[in-house]
């Protein structure tokens, strides 16, 4: 019955189209088929692969590519995982630097998905090796009806270029292209919310059109576009370094990826002040943040290196994490207690709330720069 469903639909070009979100890490994949030869492609898969199983399960659909958009600092992807379970094709740009063997898209490339096809687009800037994928499906028109942006095009922003090998200045000629495509194409970004923009909107998708009118970076010129980008950014995300390095193959870390929601207790910063002797008072701040004001005893271990300098942690002494204003504090300690160290609080307010108490703060180095970080609120995943 349901190829007899699929012959039925056969002449309208009929297409099948899934954004899935992952509320953890605020990141959205996609399941892109043709119903009419039932083959399947699913884009930034997710770590968690029974999902996508279970839908080409379902629809009866043959997963023929994996596509990850570029090499994710921020989530561990499930591209390789997915790839070899169904014997698909792991797709990344060709110059994605990766110890795994994929095949390697090109700028100008179609993808073959029955009568739909995915021409890749090589938009660097966020990461050097990232693409869009634009969907097209010529029976109903020779032109794009959506384009997947990964973290190129993002609502109300686009992708920080500070992960390696980003380029600010590529990002702006990425995204004029981009935003030379009709006003109707829809826009599906790699992510809603979460470390790797710093003004998203929180809306799962978008238009080409409506990012070129009210998207406050798409206005700028290109002095002040990459004046902008690199003018203060979120800190780099919780186990960065052990998350990119697993996704290029390099280390096997997939449990850096914080999955569990944990409680943790807050403390305030008398508490902090009055912390046991044996305590470990854990700042999780980016070095320069730490260089320029600390509490007295702290110790800098940046939450991007976390899972990477773990056998660092003293063992069996109690943990207080602390940052600028509580919420990366909050998440490392989430994280910590997710790998297993059960003594471990959070200090509600962080550093500024020290300062504001008038209290004493130490500095470091202060040759280093003085640090341009946007302050992240995004926690609400660490507090469900
Ligand atoms: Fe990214």
Redesign the pocket.
């Known amino acids: 019955m349901r190829r007899r469903i699929s012959r039925d639909v056969e002449s309208c070009g009929s297409m099948y189209f899934k954004q899935i979100l992952d509320e953890r890490c605020g990141c959205a994949s996609y399941l892109i088929a043709s119903r009419q030869s039932h083959e399947a492609a699913v884009v930034d898969p997710s770590i968690e692969i029974e999902q996508y199983r279970a839908l080409l399960a379902e629809r009866d659909f043959t997963l023929r590519y994996v596509i990850d ?2 090499v ?3 989530h561990v992807s499930g591209g390789r995982k997915l790839a070899a379970a169904h014997g698909a094709d792991l797709c990344l740009h060709e110059s994605a630097r990766v110890s795994y063997p994929f095949r390697r898209l090109r700028d100008g490339e179609d993808l073959a998905l029955g009568q739909l096809k995915l021409h890749v687009w090589h938009t660097p800037g ?2 050097p090796e ?1 693409i869009s994928v634009l969907v097209i499906n010529p029976p109903r028109s020779p032109e794009p009806s959506m384009v997947l942006t ?2 190129s095009l993002l609502v109300g922003d686009v ?1 920080r270029p500070d ?1 390696g090998g980003g380029d600010a200045a590529a990002q702006y000629d990425n995204l004029s292209r981009l935003l030379r495509l009709p006003d109707w194409v829809a826009v599906f970004p ?2 809603f919310e979460g470390p ?1 923009g710093k003004g998203m909107c929180g809306r799962p998708s978008t238009t080409i059109g409506f990012e070129r009118l009210y998207n406050g970076l798409a206005r700028l010129d290109r002095a002040g576009f990459v004046a902008t980008l690199n003018d203060g950014v979120p800190a780099r995300p919780l186990n960065m370094t052990a998350i990119e390095a697993t996704n290029r193959g390099t280390a096997d870390m997939p449990w850096a990826m914080l999955t569990g929601h944990a409680p943790v207790d807050e403390v305030d910063v008398a508490a902090a002040a009055g912390r046991p002797s044996d305590a470990v008072l854990l700042d999780v701040r980016e070095p320069a943040e730490y260089h320029h004001g600390h509490l007295p005893g702290a110790i800098n271990l940046p939450q991007s290196e976390l899972a990477t300098r773990l056998s660092e942690l003293p063992p069996d002494r109690p943990i207080y994490t602390i940052c600028q204003g509580g919420f990366r504090s909050l998440r490392a300690a989430q994280f910590l207690k997710q790998v297993g160290i059960a003594n471990v609080v959070s200090v509600r307010g962080g550093t500024q709330a020290w300062a504001d108490a008038g209290r004493r703060l130490d500095l470091g180095d202060t040759r280093v720069a003085r640090p341009k970080i946007a302050e992240s609120e995004w926690t609400h995943a660490c507090r469900t």
Do not use: E, S
Request: overall charge negative.
């Open positions: 958009t570029h994710h600092a921020d966020h990461r990232l990964g973290d992708g992960f790699g992510h790797c």
